[in-house]
């Protein structure tokens, strides 16, 4: 019974841990609960990165006027939010992310909830201050 009890331990942490956090996810406005945008990180150099792949707020021909540097002015679409994230055990972190509608970028961490659920906190100094988003994964 030790053992069977260890062996389901072992298999749930590998499956929980095995998890990727790559490919496309849906965001949701906070307020209206409406689809917000399809967002697509991938990795490149050990390295988690996230691109708007569709934006439903706002129209396909839509630039990043509030942005600065080199993202001023450049569609919405494909305008990549999230750099630099690292993995540290079951969390993701010590990289930055674009607010489109402001222009601000924020220090950001990532944790998988679970396979289909993921926690994205954009922050300024330490995550006491910042706003918490869950995106769910794309069918």
Not at 26 to 52: R, S
């Amino acid at each position: 019974m030790k053992y069977l009890f260890t062996l389901c331990i072992m298999t749930l942490s590998f499956v929980s841990y095995g998890q990727s956090i790559t490919g496309q996810w849906e965001t949701y406005d906070d307020e209206t609960k409406e689809k917000k945008a399809i967002i697509e990180i991938y990795k490149t150099d050990n390295l988690y990165f996230a691109k708007i792949v569709k934006s439903f707020k706002s129209d396909k021909n839509a630039v990043c006027d509030n942005c600065k540097g080199t993202k001023k002015g450049k569609p919405i679409s494909g305008l990549v939010i999230i750099e630099n994230i690292k993995k540290d055990d079951d969390e993701f972190n010590g990289g930055t992310i674009l607010d489109p509608e402001n222009g601000k970028i924020y220090k950001c961490y990532l944790e998988l909830v679970n396979k289909n659920k993921l926690k994205v906190r954009g922050f300024l100094g330490v995550s006491l201050f910042g706003r918490t988003q869950y995106w769910i994964r794309k069918e």
